[in-house]
C-alpha cells in the first residue's frame, strides 16, 4: 500500500471490471438477513480470499527481496563470452532474493540458519540465476540426501517442533556437514543484517568462451558494508521483538537512498586442472583456497530499488541454478545437477507451469518458446505463431552458435559412496584454526548452547568430528557439554 495519498477518484469493480456500487454492505433478504446467494460480489470476494496464498516454499520459505543493478568493473571475456561482462561499464539489471533456509513464511528474521542469496540477471541473452547462499559450502554433497538432511532441521513429526537431536543426529552420522556446521555455528552463522553479509556460488559452474575453451567457476558477491554479526542474545531479543527485523532493515536502507553493495569475485580454474587438483573440485562441501585460485575481481551490484507488492515479486520470485546464458555453464557437482531438476520443479507446483511469465521472473529479452496453455497464463499464448517444430511459417528456431563446448566424462554408471577418498576435516579444521580466540571461544559457545538436551551418545559422535577436525575444537566442546574427552577419542578409535 503506498504512503502516498492519491487524489485521483477511481471506481471500485469487480475481477470483470463491473463498477461495484457498495462494497460496505452484502445483500440479505430484509436487513436481518439471510444472504442472498445472487451476491457476486460478497462470492467473488470470499473466493478470491480462500485462495490467496500459494504453497510456501518447502526451504527459504521467509525471504527478502529488491532490485539492482550489476556493474562490470573488470574484463573477464577471455573466460566468457556471456553478454554481461563485455565491457567495462555495462550495466545488468538483477532482483536479489533473502531468505532463511529453515523456517516457515512468518519465521523469525534472526536465526541461526544460513541465508539464501539469489540473484537473477536479466541480461540480454536470457536470465542468469545466481541461486547461492551466503555461506561457500552446504551440509551434503550428495542430492539423495538433501531431502533427509531438510527433514532433519524441520519439524519432528511428533511434537512438531524443531528438533536439536534430529538435527545433531543427521550430522553426526554425516561428518561431511562439518564444514558448514561450523560455519554455521561460528559468529558468522547469525548475520546483523542481510547487507552484511557475503554471497556464494556455493557450486562449481563453468564459464567458457568464444574458442570453446571451458573454466570452472565459484562466484563470491563480498558485502561493502563489511561482515557484521549478531550474539545469539541480541537474536532472540529481536526475534520476539521483532521477528521481520531483517527484511525491514532492508527495505528501509533502500527507500532512505542506502543502497547496499557487493564486490562480484569469481575462483577461474582451468577444465584441465580439475583432473588433478588435490581437493574433489565438484564437492559442495569445499572451497577452492584462495591461495589456490585467488579471486578475481568481475563487478559491483548494488541494490536500490524495492519491490512495489511483495506478492507480485518476492513471493512470487522464482530462481533456477540452470539459469545459465550462452558463456556460462553447469559442472559434475551431484548436487547443482538435481536443483536444475528440483527448482524448476518446485515452482510448477508452487507458482503454476507458466511462472516464467511473472514479470519479476520474465526475461527482459524476447522470449520465443514453444511451450503453450497451461494454468494461469497472462499474455497472447503466442498468438497465431507455429506451435511445433520445425514449421514452414517463420517459427522459432534452434541456432548452432549458441552451443555449449562439449564434455568429456566417463565411468561406469553406478552408486559410488561419496565419503570414498573424500575427507571431511581439513577445511573445518582450517576454519577454526584461521578465526580468532574470541571467535572460537563463541564457536564452541554457540554448539554446546544448541547441542544441550541432545543424547550423549549422538554428542559424543559428533564431538568425535569436531576432535578430528582439530583436537582442541573437540576438547573445547567436550568441556562445554561436562564428557570426558577420554570416552570421545575411545569411541572414535
Ligand atoms: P584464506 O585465509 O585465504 O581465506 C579465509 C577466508 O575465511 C576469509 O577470506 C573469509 O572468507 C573466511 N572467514 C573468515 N571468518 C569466517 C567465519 N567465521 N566463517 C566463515 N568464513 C570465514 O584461507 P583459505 O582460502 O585457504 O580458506 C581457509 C578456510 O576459510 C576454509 O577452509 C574455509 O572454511 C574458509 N573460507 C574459505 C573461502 C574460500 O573460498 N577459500 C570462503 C569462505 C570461507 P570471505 O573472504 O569469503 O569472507
Given at each position: ?157 511428533q511434537t512438531g517442533l524443531r528438533d536439536a537431536t534430529m538435527q545433531w543426529d543427521f550430522w553426526s552420522l554425516s561428518p561431511e556437514s562439518l564444514h558448514q556446521v561450523t560455519i554455521l555455528f561460528s559468529d558468522r552463522g547469525i548475520p546483523a543484517t542481510l547487507r552484511h553479509t557475503n554471497g556464494y556460488s556455493s557450486h562449481t559452474f563453468s564459464l567458457w568462451n568464444d ?283
Amino acid at each position: 500500500m503506498s504512503s502516498k495519498k492519491s487524489s485521483s477518484k477511481k471506481v471500485m469493480t469487480t475481477g470483470a471490471g463491473v463498477p461495484v456500487a457498495d462494497n460496505q454492505n452484502s445483500m440479505t433478504a430484509g436487513p436481518r438477513g439471510p444472504v442472498l446467494m445472487q451476491d457476486y460480489q460478497l462470492m467473488e470476494r470470499m473466493a478470491h480470499f480462500n485462495r490467496e496464498r500459494v504453497p510456501e516454499r518447502v526451504v527459504h520459505a521467509k525471504g527478502a527481496g529488491a532490485y539492482g543493478t550489476f556493474t562490470v568493473t573488470n574484463d573477464i571475456t577471455k573466460y566468457t563470452r556471456a553478454k554481461l561482462f563485455e565491457k567495462i561499464g555495462k550495466e545488468t539489471e538483477v532482483f536479489l532474493r533473502f531468505s532463511t533456509v529453515a523456517g516457515e513464511k512468518g519465521s523469525a528474521d534472526t536465526v541461526r540458519d544460513p541465508r539464501g542469496f539469489a540473484v537473477k540477471f536479466y541480461t540480454e541473452e536470457g536470465n542468469w540465476d545466481m541461486v547461492g547462499n551466503n555461506t561457500p559450502v552446504f551440509f551434503v554433497r550428495d542430492p539423495l540426501k538433501f531431502s533427509d538432511f531438510i527433514h532433519s532441521q524441520k519439524r519432528h513429526p511428533q511434537t512438531g517442533l524443531r528438533d536439536a537431536t534430529m538435527q545433531w543426529d543427521f550430522w553426526s552420522l554425516s561428518p561431511e556437514s562439518l564444514h558448514q556446521v561450523t560455519i554455521l555455528f561460528s559468529d558468522r552463522g547469525i548475520p546483523a543484517t542481510l547487507r552484511h553479509t557475503n554471497g556464494y556460488s556455493s557450486h562449481t559452474f563453468s564459464l567458457w568462451n568464444d574458442k570453446g575453451e571451458r573454466y570452472w567457476v565459484k562466484w563470491h558477491f563480498k558485502t561493502q558494508q563489511g561482515i557484521k554479526c549478531m550474539s545469539n542474545d541480541e537474536a532472540a531479543k529481536l526475534a520476539g521483538d521483532n521477528p521481520d527485523f531483517h527484511t525491514q532493515d532492508l527495505f528501509e536502507s533502500i527507500e532512505k537512498g542506502e543502497y547496499p553493495r557487493w564486490t562480484v569475485n569469481v575462483q577461474v580454474m582451468p577444465e584441465k586442472d580439475a583432473e588433478t587438483y588435490g581437493i574433489h573440485p565438484f564437492d559442495l562441501t569445499k572451497v577452492w583456497p584462495h591461495a589456490d585460485y585467488p579471486l578475481i575481481e568481475v563487478g559491483v551490484l548494488e541494490l536500490n530499488r524495492n519491490p512495489v507488492n511483495y506478492f507480485a515479486e518476492v513471493e512470487q520470485a522464482t530462481f533456477e541454478p540452470g539459469n545459465l546464458p550462452p558463456g556460462m555453464g553447469p559442472s559434475p557437482d551431484k548436487m547443482l545437477q538435481a536443483r536444475i531438476l528440483s527448482y524448476p520443479d518446485a515452482h510448477r507446483y508452487r507458482v503454476g507451469v507458466n511462472y516464467q511469465g511473472v514479470p519479476v521472473n520474465k526475461p527482459r529479452c524476447p522470449m520465443h518458446t514453444y511451450h503453450r496453455d497451461g494454468q494461469t497464463r497472462f499474455d497472447d499464448n503466442g498468438g497465431v505463431s507455429p506451435v511445433y517444430q520445425p514449421n514452414s511459417f517463420g517459427g522459432p528456431a534452434d541456432d548452432a552458435s549458441y552451443r555449449e563446448p562439449p564434455l568429456k566424462i566417463s565411468g561406469d554408471a553406478d552408486r559410488y559412496d561419496h565419503r570414498d577418498g573424500n575427507e571431511d576435516y581439513s577445511q573445518a579444521g582450517a576454519l577454526f584454526r584461521l578465526i580468532s580466540d574470541d571467535q572460537r571461544r563463541l564457536l564452541i559457545d554457540n554448539i554446546v548452547a544448541a547441542m544441550q538436551g541432545v543424547p550423549q551418545d549422538i554428542q559424543i559422535r559428533q564431538i568425535g568430528h569436531f576432535y578430528k577436525a582439530d583436537h582442541a575444537y573437540g576438547e573445547g566442546v567436550a568441556k562445554g557439554l561436562g564428557i570426558d574427552i577420554a570416552s570421545v577419542t575411545h569411541e572414535a578409535a
